[in-house]
């Protein structure tokens, strides 16, 4: 497996990914269309305060983690692992190497947003040091 930036010509599969993860977190809105689709979200703010690290195998791209940037902190506003390639660490090492380039820019304030009901999210990072900060309440009439 190897980790790097992505790139342009990675913006495709990205956006394919990010609509696997969404339709993922339908378990937890049921208010997500099921037909909907992302299309040229990552090639829109690639290289504009964000950062995108992934992970391929074999050529092929099996997970990633999308940051944004701004002056005061960072935010992981996504991360995806291809379903078969879970529980192999790759999660940990996409968030931790993200961290570290957070904390070269001398940022070192970082959120990330998790659906409520996420049992799993949550637990994974709180076991990489994040902790409660905030909860969002919100009422779908």
């Not at 790139?7 to 977190?25: F, Y």
């Not at 305060?49 to 983690?65: A, D, H, S």
């Not at 078969?84 to 904390?103: D, H, P």
């Amino acid at each position: 497996m190897t980790f790097r930036f992505a790139n342009v010509e990675d913006c495709n599969i990205l956006d394919t990914m990010l609509t696997k993860l969404i339709m993922d977190e339908r378990k937890y809105d049921k208010s997500i269309d099921k037909n909907f689709k992302v299309q040229n979200f990552y090639q829109n703010v690639l290289g504009k305060n964000n950062i995108i690290y992934l992970c391929e195998e074999e050529n092929k791209i099996i997970g990633y983690v999308y940051t944004i940037i701004n002056s005061e902190n960072a935010v992981i506003d996504a991360l995806y692992v291809e379903e078969c390639y879970r529980n192999k660490k790759i999660a940990t090492t996409l968030i931790t190497e993200i961290i570290k380039v957070i904390n070269e820019k001398n940022i070192y304030k970082i959120l990330i947003n998790v659906m409520s009901d996420n049992i799993v999210a949550k637990n994974f990072y709180l076991s990489l040091g994040f902790k409660p900060f905030r909860e969002t309440l919100i009422l779908n009439n």
